[in-house]
């Protein structure tokens, strides 16, 4: 089993940052495919950033360019720097693991993939 813990969100205005943390009671190395989701109001949980286990990443079109994914091994701790924040950016973020183990698989955008999840943090965007 693997918890995590996310933290980082709270109310921030349009044009902002924050960076999110999630931190896992075991190892999330370079082995491990790990994600960000979020969910707003009414609507479904969906991808916001991903990472293989191979190394690759993938972005929702709507945070590219202004989201980035990265996660520290020794900390077993992922991040999500968020830049230029929009109202619609406004959502629960989860974090997310996967518990195979192994090198080389591509990133994936299925929630099904993914074993292990975070409590969420909710971020606000609003002036």
């Known amino acids: 089993q693997v918890q995590l813990v996310e933290s980082g969100g709270g109310l921030v205005q349009p044009g902002g940052s924050l960076r999110l943390s999630c931190a896992a009671s075991r190892s999330i190395s370079d082995v491990r495919r790990v994600g960000w989701y979020r969910q707003a109001q009414g609507k479904q949980r969906e991808l916001v950033a991903a990472?293989?286990?191979?190394?690759?990443?993938t972005y929702d079109d709507s945070v590219k360019g202004r989201f980035t994914i990265s996660r520290d091994n020794a900390k077993n701790t992922m991040y999500l720097q968020m830049n230029s924040l929009k109202p619609e950016d406004t959502a629960v973020y989860y974090c997310?693991?996967?518990?195979?183990?192994?090198?080389?698989?591509?990133?994936?955008?299925?929630?099904?993939?993914?074993?292990?999840w975070g409590q969420g943090t909710q971020v606000t965007v609003s002036s």
């Open positions: 990472i293989g286990s191979g190394g690759t990443t």
């Open positions: 997310a693991a996967d518990r195979v183990v192994k090198p080389g698989l591509a990133v994936t955008t299925s929630m099904h993939e993914y074993d292990y």
